[in-house]
């Protein structure tokens, strides 16, 4: 600064104002621009232990990727309890061999309201929760075992182009899962994960709202110190913000009659049903960032029968608590009411069950301390990770909520999630492990 202070006292005397402009301009930007720099580089260099798990990281891609490729193959949707049960057997044996002792948490069966004959209940599988107890800090990682492919999905098998993998789950969230294991399998290698103090919740029913392990989410929250969530990194993006989720059905009862010979005495639920649809869907708000989505109907029983039944499925994303609030409140007022007849005859009427499953995650002190000590570890590794806010939800809204500072988007990269276009980066499964092996190594030591 002494040799600026020079240049600076020479300009007063001969530069015109202009040039005693720019020189102002480019002392601000140079102090801006070390201020940056010092807030970048918060986090030390790798150390010699972290460089062991990286180097042992580097040799395990094409073990990393046999593995996913084998529980890509086992379709483990959301409703397909054999196969969920089958990956929890998976990863319940890896993680004992690490020394983790395992539990199972009972899952639920869920009824909901739903037209004779289509049975909506829901039946979920048990989860996991693995235990390696340890000193320092205590940290959550959290992951599901389900997808949203049934097993009559004609997106079912894995298969690699280069350095990228197609399939189920591959980035939403399999591919995690695979990053989250080989992470510990590294610590573990080096004799580091003994001094951990870890727990492992993997949970089969994320992908329909965590509906049966949202209680064990937030009992897990407040007996920890730091949640890591090992969703999708997307486009090499941490998440920093999401909106809070929510989920109606209804089902509109009507009244049968002949299509023909008796139209005007039934009373129409499909009838019904659409004018509810119209009114459900005026309630998306782009400019609140309040969004809801009618995703599946069915109703009826016959082309020329006047239908006693239809149903609806609805989704609703919310950036703020009170909005989720409002919209219940909405929800059940539109289902309170006939819109599709003049008069009420008392023939029409409406079964609802709505759930707000997912609050909204916002930003504290706590959880941004994660996630730029990520974004710094991650420079230090050469992975330049960007961050951004989504309208997909996580476990770690729950968690957060709950109040355990909580940081998602640690799993390995990819795009095209919910569809047959799935796909992922394969060489961010070693990138992403050795992310997690320092993240975790060092906040168990703060």
Request: charged share 20%.
């Amino acid at each position: 600064m002494k040799n600026n202070n020079i240049v600076w006292s020479a300009l007063s005397t001969f530069a015109t104002p202009s040039t005693l402009l720019a020189f102002t301009f480019f002392l601000i930007g140079s102090s801006l621009s070390a201020t940056a720099t010092a807030q970048e580089n918060i986090e030390p260099l790798i150390s010699a232990e972290e460089s062991q798990f990286n180097d042992w990281l580097d040799d395990q891609e094409e073990e990393m990727l046999s593995m996913l490729e084998t529980i890509t193959n086992i379709n483990t949707g959301s409703l397909n309890k054999a196969g969920v049960n089958e990956l929890a057997s998976i990863f319940s044996r890896e993680l004992r061999q690490l020394g983790f002792s395992i539990s199972t948490l009972p899952g639920d069966q869920i009824d909901m309201p739903s037209c004779p004959g289509s049975d909506y209940t829901v039946d979920v599988a048990d989860h996991v929760l693995a235990r390696s107890p340890g000193s320092g800090k205590k940290l959550l990682l959290m992951g599901h075992l389900d997808t949203v492919f049934p097993p009559d999905s004609p997106f079912q098998e894995f298969r690699r182009e280069g350095d990228t993998m197609y399939g189920p789950g591959v980035s939403d969230m399999k591919g995690g899962l695979v990053v989250m294991l080989y992470a510990v399998k590294a610590l573990n290698e080096f004799d580091a994960l003994d001094t951990k103090d870890l727990s492992i919740l993997l949970n089969s029913d994320e992908e329909m709202g965590s509906l049966s392990s949202r209680k064990y989410l937030e009992e897990q929250a407040p007996q920890h110190d730091y949640g890591l969530v090992y969703e999708s990194s997307g486009n090499e993006r941490l998440v920093r913000q999401r909106k809070g989720l929510g989920q109606a059905r209804f089902v509109v009862h009507g009244k049968a009659s002949h299509a023909g010979g008796a139209h005007e005495i039934g009373r129409s639920a499909i009838k019904e049903l659409a004018y509810k649809i119209v009114e459900i869907e005026r309630m998306t708000d782009y400019e609140s960032g309040v969004t809801v989505n009618v995703g599946v109907v069915s109703g009826g029983e016959a082309r020329n029968t006047i239908a006693p039944c239809a149903e609806a499925l609805v989704d609703l994303r919310y950036p703020e608590p009170q909005q989720g609030l409002d919209a219940v409140d909405q929800f059940e007022d539109i289902f309170g009411n006939v819109f599709s007849y003049a008069v009420d005859s008392g023939e029409l009427s409406t079964e609802s069950w709505t759930n707000l499953h997912r609050p909204p995650k916002i930003p504290t002190e706590e959880s941004d301390y994660l996630l730029d000590k990520t974004i710094s570890i991650g420079r230090l590794l050469g992975q330049n990770l960007g961050v951004g806010d989504s309208g997909g939800g996580t476990d770690g809204s729950l968690t957060q909520a709950a109040g355990l500072p909580t940081l998602d988007s640690l799993g390995s990269a990819g795009t095209g999630a919910h569809s047959n276009r799935e796909q992922g980066r394969v060489s961010s499964l070693v990138e992403r492990a050795k992310l997690s092996a320092v993240l975790i190594h060092r906040l168990s030591q703060e």
